[in-house]
């Protein structure tokens, strides 16, 4: 594995004024249209969630018969409300998780749009944060209204639009990304990595002559999610870029959001497992999901060295290894029915200990919600060190968490 570059950020260049024949046009478009809509058909990567789910209602049936409940599941992890099946709050995840182990970052609470700029202020300030930073929902999927902000005047045309609470990060260039799911019986002293995904950001090679647009139509890959990318304000589309330059086309590790998914299988390490091994465990009540990871080194990663968490995600967390391209949809169909395997497995044990199962009323919560506290005093809410954890509720990212 290599890992990969620097990306070239978008708008970072002078703009290239474009040539004449620079924009794809005609029966070429037309052509690449038809291609990606066929690509969209034939690879089950790109299909819709409940075209994947769908085939394991019968599995997910028969492990509820016989591990006492459909809810038996929501127990795997009793420090999060229904164990991160939807409607979490990702800053009270983000809480639990060792300080030094995370990218930092802060909430923002909903109040006036002055209070929560200073509040973003002062935390760049004080926490000695540079542009740019990463500003999301506190509660979200599939990378919905995730942006990579640049400046001040970004970031409060975003608070403008997004007055929910959100999620300020510092912005971990990693420039390597990986999804490392974890699971670990009650039972057991330790854990073990299910699986590890390296993920590889979309980018397109300059050739002197094509937009960015034409480049995006014309690749192999891209031309799938051409949507995605040709939707981005953050691209100039119409850019010619220089001869070999690489042009980023997005900076989350995100599958809808045009990311390649490869099985990282060779990356797990007895190193790197006792490393995230180490982090769970000092987890409280976590023993089932998928931590979010930016690292520079391959080397030092799989050394359990010198990887930082962006983000962990609960039981509607996927082992996104299965959307490598190589991966065939029957293989893939077997790595999710192990998985939910040891939800339910996880979840029954801690049942016969005595946690109480979610009941049938607590299953359909709103897909968004207000942080808990959302009315507290407007100003950015951060964990000093040493600070105790989020409280451990009883029984109780995404869902179901497409990558």
């Known amino acids: 594995m290599t890992s990969s570059p620097v990306p070239v950020w978008p708008g970072a260049p002078a703009r290239v004024p474009a040539a004449q024949d620079s924009e794809i046009r005609g029966w070429e478009l037309i052509r690449c249209k038809l291609a990606a809509r066929l690509d969209r058909l034939l690879r089950w990567e790109y299909w819709p969630a409940w075209a994947i789910y769908l085939p394991l209602i019968p599995y997910i049936c028969y492990l509820a018969i016989r591990y006492r409940g459909i809810t038996t599941c929501a127990l795997a992890n009793p420090s999060i409300p229904l164990s991160g099946l939807v409607g979490e709050s990702k800053w009270d995840i983000l809480r639990l998780l060792p300080e030094d182990a995370v990218v930092p970052a802060t909430l923002l609470r909903p109040a006036a749009l002055h209070e929560r700029t200073a509040a973003l202020d002062s935390t760049m300030r004080d926490g000695a944060w540079c542009w740019p930073v990463i500003l999301k929902p506190d509660v979200g999927e ?76 014309r690749h192999p890959r891209h031309r799938a999610q051409a949507g995605v990318f040709l939707g981005d304000p953050g691209v100039d589309m119409g850019r010619v870029p220089p001869r070999g330059e690489r042009v980023a086309l997005g900076f989350m590790g995100n599958h809808c959001r045009g990311s390649m998914f490869l099985d990282g299988a060779a990356l797990i390490t007895p ?68 998985q939910w395997r040891w939800a339910y497995l996880i979840g029954h044990t801690l049942l016969k200990r005595g946690l109480r199962k979610p009941a049938w009323s607590e299953l359909p919560l709103p897909r968004r919600r207000r942080s808990p506290g ?5 100003k950015a809410e951060r964990r000093a060190p040493g600070a105790p954890a989020a409280p451990t509720p009883t029984g109780s990212s995404h869902g179901p968490n497409q990558p």
């Open 271 to 338: 190193e790197l497992t006792a490393a995230i091994d180490a982090i769970a465990k000092r987890t409280p009540g976590f023993h089932f999901g998928r931590f979010d990871i930016r690292y520079s080194s391959v080397r030092s990663f799989k050394a359990g060295r010198d990887f930082r968490i962006v983000e962990l995600n609960g039981l509607s967390s996927e082992s996104t290894n299965i959307y490598d391209p190589r991966t065939g949809f029957l293989r893939a169909q077997a790595v999710l029915r192990e």
């Open 142 to 217: 599939r990378g919905k209204g995730v942006r990579l902000v640049r400046n001040a005047d970004e970031a409060r045309r975003y608070l403008e639009q997004h007055p929910d609470a959100t999620i300020a990060q510092a912005f971990d260039p990693g420039p390597c990304e990986a999804g490392v799911f974890y699971v670990r019986s009650p039972a057991e002293p330790s854990g073990r990595i299910f699986s590890i995904t390296d993920k590889r950001f979309p980018t397109v090679t300059g050739d002197g002559v094509s937009s960015i647009r034409t480049l995006v139509w």
């Open 374 to 378: 959302a009315t507290a005093p407007p």
